[in-house]
């Protein structure tokens, strides 16, 4: 009886660990984000703005974005706040989504804009094959979970 509870109390903390690792891992190997200069040169220079909001139906405390979105015709910028975690990518969608179920029907549709690599505003260039005027809406998604993280109409 004594093995099994040392062995059920040690794989408990391991799963623990693995799981504030999975959590922590994304915010300390986070490059540094942009500036509020930065973020606002695009932002200058847009042609699209929206707004993640973290009220969406699959949004939760742990999956959601806050803030407000800028788009050019070279780059996309964030002002505000995401729930941290791996693999984020930015979609560019001509539908708006709110659940994984709904961004699962519409994948097909959408592009890949660009990878989220910071948690407290993000920018990155937008590729010149990618017409933002094509599509309406944004949307953050967790490639290794296949999670919902936030969305965003801009037009």
């Not at 042609?47 to 803030?67: I, K, Q, R, V, Y």
């Not at 050019?72 to 964030?78: C, G, P, Q, T």
């Amino acid at each position: 009886m004594k093995k099994l509870l040392l062995l059920l109390s040690h794989g408990l903390f391991l799963g623990i660990g693995f799981a504030v690792g999975i959590y922590l891992l994304p915010i300390l190997t986070q490059p540094p984000a942009p500036d509020d200069k930065q973020v606002g040169e695009v932002a200058s220079k847009a042609l699209f703005t929206g707004h993640f909001s973290p009220n969406l139906e699959d949004s939760d405390a742990l999956h959601f974005g806050d803030g407000t979105f800028y788009i050019s015709d070279k780059a996309i910028s964030f002002d505000g706040r995401i729930a941290p975690g791996p693999d984020y990518r930015l979609y560019l969608s001509p539908v708006f989504v709110e659940t994984k179920a709904d961004f699962e029907a519409n994948k097909d549709k959408m592009v890949q804009a660009g990878e989220v690599r910071t948690f407290n505003n993000f920018m990155f260039k937008l590729s010149p094959e990618i017409n933002p005027a094509d599509y309406n809406s944004a949307i953050i998604w967790c490639e290794s979970f296949s999670i919902f993280i936030t969305a965003g109409r801009y037009q």
